[in-house]
């Protein structure tokens, strides 16, 4: 769309402006501020300059958490995105059925996340879960807050089951906004099941999962509630995501410094993970764009 | 001859019928219709087992659920509930959580609108740069400003009241609010504004009176993500309250007692917290099934 040039646009987003920089640029300017200093009180500081940035990328604790907050990231991202596209087929168009698997699908999504993780506590439990019991009569000593594997797994399970349907409703609804003529040509066609899908639907879903990537990309990145309610991030450190090494650091040890440095830190790793994909996925675009065009 | 080439236009859409439902029924046999209802099938009882188990273990008396592993509750009570809806402490939580969330959506969707519209519409100094600094807001961690936050609002007098937590939760509100209505705004094509202007319309008006019913699903749809994000988030709710707005989510960190996690009233509590998630989803339900395309294409 070709957009009218015009500055008073600036007054239509102004008091957005206000209400966003209120609650995101004081509290970042305050951690800056923490990052450079050593507090000891109110009245006791020294400028450290970049002492406690050094400090915390060479610490090997935190390199750890790093790893795994990306191999959690990455598996929910692999599991969930097929998945989440494949129920979005699955699911049925019209009538009733529709209303009702909308409904029960979306149901994860709308629970507290720390109800989320009670929930997965109270079903994986080895003496009251179903879950948990049900393994352990077949034998297998299902036991989460002993074996990190059993952890790790649970946590991705419940992951799964949170999540998925956020892929799933954004690309069912993608889905829905594809006219009915593109598939009537496709059938003239003859197409395949997989042509329509590769070159009617895939091409239409791109924007929402873009979306939805990314907004699962910055979630996982974040998680926090649910394996801290699940397994509160045992056994040993196996599950202690960064956002949870971070609540430590800055609320249980009041490093104000240190965990300053540490939330500067991630933000950017975010930050820089979410613009490569999305540039990327962009200029892929532009490119097939080109190629249709010549 | 006559039956193989039909010649009035009847006999051509009749025929022409038959063949399509002849294909139909090729291409679909009832068998893959039913792997279909299967797979779907065995995704939703993926789904609700544990919510199943919840609800379950909700009726049971905490006798039972310790006593040994029923399928269903064999004695049925409703002892958990009638604790929850009696006690004070327990039933405000539920109050506290809605009145922020219902606090957020409002103030959210006011500023949302004329920013996505602004966006949409009108090229302007730096707008490029300010969109993407509004979605760095969305990928801030909310456990990076716990401390900030507890400070600033400290500071102004605010901690402990659902406004705080309303506006806590503008942070990555906002900027999806904006990011999604500006995808629906950019469908609305603008000769309408045009139009509308070249009547007479001034520019409140017109948004009130023609714009924004013209969006009325995008509005939905956005309501329905303001509503699910504020609702389930948890670390800024319970750090930014402590006793007079305190969220359920946070009341519910206080079944540890002395003789141990009352799971009972864990499992009632946590089944209340999914029914506001049900009925907003069931008033949406159809701008959702219509389809969006979010995002800018």
Redesign the interface.
């Known amino acids: 769309?070709?957009?009218?040039?015009?500055?008073?646009?600036?007054w239509?987003?102004l008091?957005?402006?206000l209400?966003?920089a209120?609650?995101?640029i004081?509290?970042?300017m305050?951690?800056v501020n923490y990052s450079v200093q050593d507090v000891f009180d109110a009245n006791t500081r020294f400028f450290t300059g970049a002492e406690w940035f050094k400090e915390m990328l060479n610490d090997p604790e935190l390199h750890a958490a790093v790893l795994r907050q990306f191999a959690f990231s990455l598996t929910v991202l692999a599991i969930e995105v097929p998945l989440g596209i494949?129920?979005a087929l699955?699911?049925?168009?019209k009538g009733w059925q529709?209303?009702a698997?909308?409904?029960?699908?979306?149901?994860?999504?709308?629970?507290?996340?720390?109800?989320v993780g009670?929930?997965?506590q109270?079903?994986t439990r080895g003496?009251?879960?179903?879950?948990g019991?049900s393994l352990r009569e077949l034998g297998y000593g299902y036991n989460i807050t002993a074996s990190p594997v059993d952890a790790w797994v649970t946590i991705i399970l419940m992951d799964v089951?949170h999540w998925t349907?956020l892929i799933a409703?954004?690309c069912?609804?993608?889905?829905?906004?594809?006219p009915d003529a593109y598939y009537q040509a496709a059938?003239i066609d003859r197409a395949s099941k997989w042509a329509v899908f590769r070159f009617i639907q895939l091409p239409?879903l791109t924007?929402?999962l873009?979306?939805g990537v990314l907004l699962r990309f910055?979630h996982s990145?974040?998680i926090?509630?649910e394996p801290f309610v699940l397994t509160g991030g045992g056994p040993g450190s196996s599950t202690t995501f960064?956002?949870?090494s971070?609540?430590t650091m800055?609320?249980g040890q009041q490093d104000?410094g240190p965990?300053a440095a540490f939330?500067?830190i991630?933000?950017l790793i975010?930050?820089l993970v979410?613009w490569v994909f999305y540039t990327a996925i962009m200029n892929m675009q532009k490119d097939n764009k080109k190629e249709g065009e010549a | 001859m006559t039956d193989t080439i039909p010649t009035t236009p009847e006999a051509v859409r009749k025929s022409a019928a038959a063949a399509d439902a002849r294909r139909r029924r090729k291409a679909r046999p009832a068998s893959r219709q039913w792997r279909r209802r299967g797979l779907m099938a065995a995704y939703i009882v993926f789904v609700l087992l544990p919510i199943y188990w919840l609800l379950n273990m909700s009726f049971q008396s905490n006798t039972e659920i310790l006593g040994g592993l029923t399928l269903w509750p064999e004695t049925f009570t409703l002892e958990h509930y009638a604790k929850i809806f009696t006690d004070s402490n327990w039933y405000m939580g539920y109050v506290n959580s809605i009145t922020y969330v219902l606090m957020n959506m409002a103030i959210t969707i006011v500023v949302a609108l004329p920013a996505a519209y602004a966006f949409s519409r009108y090229q302007f100094i730096g707008d490029k740069h300010l969109f993407f600094w509004l979605l760095t807001n969305l990928m801030a961690p909310p456990a990076v400003f716990l401390l900030p936050y507890f400070q600033l609002y400290y500071t102004v007098g605010l901690f402990d009241t659902h406004i705080a937590v309303a506006l806590a939760h503008c942070l990555f509100n906002i900027p999806l609010a904006v990011w999604i209505l500006e995808g629906f705004m950019s469908g609305v094509p603008k000769e309408i504004d045009e139009t509308a202007f070249i009547d007479g319309y001034s520019f409140p008006k017109f948004f009130v009176k023609i714009f924004i019913p013209m969006i009325s699903s995008g509005i939905g749809v956005t309501l329905f993500f303001l509503f699910m994000f504020s609702w389930v988030e948890l670390l800024l709710a319970s750090t930014l309250t402590a006793t007079d707005a305190q969220p359920i989510a946070s009341v519910m960190t206080q079944t540890k007692g002395a003789s141990g996690i009352d799971w009972g009233t864990l499992a009632a509590a946590g089944t209340l917290t999914i029914l506001p998630g049900i009925v907003v989803v069931y008033f949406v339900r159809h701008h959702i099934a219509k389809g969006f395309a979010l995002g800018r294409t």
């Open positions: 769309m070709n957009k009218v040039q015009n500055n008073r646009a600036w239509l987003i008091p957005m402006l209400l966003v209120f609650s995101a004081i509290p970042l305050t951690v494949g129920i699955l699911m049925p168009k529709a209303s698997v909308l409904i029960l699908v979306t149901m994860p999504l709308l629970i507290p996340w720390n109800v009670s929930i997965w109270i079903f003496d009251i879960g179903l879950m019991w089951w349907p409703l954004l069912y609804s993608g889905l829905r906004s594809i059938r239409k924007n929402v873009v979306i910055m990145f974040m926090y509630a960064l956002s949870q971070l609540t800055a609320i104000l965990s939330s500067l991630y933000f975010i930050l979410s």
